[in-house]
């Protein structure tokens, strides 16, 4: 059934009509089903805040893979990032059920609309808002996140999915959740100016750099859940490609077991469209434009660096395996190896990438398997609770 909305006084009602046939004026009409009330979000007014920021979900595209505004309104906790942020339902028109009577979906919580209980739970709610049944799912945030131009560095862009160590013997626990690690440089072969982990980043493009063949989308979210997705899918040499929607022409964004099953139907997180099919199974990911765009030196090579860490008996180490970056627009190669902190009390006396590691047993650390190592600590992390 339809959703009518009709603003009076500064507010919008919203009524569930039907289309009937009037054997009178042999033609069809539209009647009022039902009140639903007014449309409010899924928080009073007064709570709710505008911020510079992204949010997004775990395991959900959210449709701020490609956000087409910066202010985002919400309820946001009062620190720069972390996991409470309330958002109010976004639900539009999304097709038609095969018995020709609408569907609509929340492209703010993933998920569809206007199931008997939804409409139910609606008409009876006390502020009459109309909520989705994920209105109340806490999500993560980052205010005014890390926003990065590719212009402004000539010596390169890194982007990784940082993940938790492999081995860990320091006192410095592993990072709670995958994050999003960048180095920049803004002059070739020159100093890093960033070199750090971030939840989630911004790549904007310019009019001198379109960063997407929509030329509209000047911006694209690398939050963790697209970084782990996209690296996973890497590692295992699995088909990638930028599937735009056919109604909304967003691009569309593969999580969770999505993204590592490769397929042809494809579901648009941003209209709840599903009649999206790619001409061959892929993951669909925007950061693949953002790589053919972008992307400098394709090569890897192997450290020809090697460390005995039984020279190290009275310190302590960090180790993973270096993965492939996701986006990576230096003239460098990127280098393939096992990365090693070496902390000498409180002093980091070692932080390079090695071709050949020596455990304090005097066997030889296999950079697969201390991958596989990291990858198992990403699946028994658990989203954070509020």
């Known amino acids: 059934m339809p959703i009518k909305r009709v603003v009076k006084n500064n507010a919008t009602y919203l009524y569930l009509t039907e289309e009937v046939y009037d ?86 919580h993933q998920v569809h609309w206007g199931t008997k209980a939804d409409i139910q739970q609606a008409s009876e709610s006390e502020e009459g808002a109309i909520r989705c049944s994920n209105a109340t799912q806490p999500m993560n945030y980052v205010k005014n996140p890390l926003i990065l131009n590719p212009d402004d560095y000539a010596g390169g862009i890194g982007i990784w999915a940082a993940l938790p160590t492999a081995i860990n013997t320091t006192v410095y626990p592993d990072l709670a959740n995958v994050e999003v690690h960048v180095h920049v440089r803004p002059e070739p072969r020159g100093k890093k100016t960033i070199d750090a982990n971030f939840p989630a980043i911004v790549i904007r493009s310019t009019d001198h750099t379109p960063l997407f063949a929509n030329v509209s989308i000047k911006r ?11 690296l996973e899918a890497l590692i295992n040499n699995l088909p990638l490609g930028t599937l735009y929607c056919n109604r909304c022409n967003h691009p569309h964004l593969d999580l969770g077991d999505f ?12 209209c709840g ?17 953002l790589a053919d765009k972008l992307n400098g030196n394709l090569m890897f090579v192997r450290s020809d660096r090697k460390l005995d860490l039984r020279d190290y008996a009275d310190c302590q180490f960090k180790i993973w395996a270096s993965t492939p970056a996701i986006l990576w627009t230096s003239e460098l190669s990127q280098e393939i ?4 902190h070496v902390y000498r009390s409180d002093k980091k006396i070692i932080d390079n990438t090695f071709g050949d590691v020596t455990w304090t047993d005097g066997t030889k650390l296999e950079r697969e398997n201390l991958l596989s190592q990291m990858l198992q600590k990403c699946r028994q992390q658990k989203a954070p609770s509020v």
Not at 259 to 270: D, R, S
Not at 337 to 340: A, F, L, Q
Request: glycine residues 8%.
């Open 337 to 340: 190896g096992i990365h090693v």
């Open 220 to 230: 694209v979210v690398i939050a963790s859940p697209s970084a782990l997705a996209y």
């Open 23 to 108: 054997p009178e004026k042999k033609r069809g009409k539209t009647v009022v089903k039902k009140t639903l009330g007014v449309e409010e979000p899924a928080a009073p007014l007064n709570s709710m805040t505008e911020e510079f920021a992204v949010v997004w979900a775990e395991n959900r595209t959210l449709g701020n893979a490609v956000p087409f505004s910066d202010r985002v309104t919400g309820q946001f906790p009062p620190e720069n990032n972390g996991h409470g942020v309330i958002l109010p339902c976004d639900i539009v028109e999304c097709g038609k059920f095969r018995n020709g009577k609408l569907r609509w979906w929340c492209r703010t």
């Open 259 to 270: 993204a590592k099953n490769p397929h042809k139907k494809h579901f648009c997180g941003n």
């Open 273 to 289: 469209s599903d009649s999206n099919w790619s001409s061959e199974a892929i993951v669909s990911s925007p950061i693949k434009e």
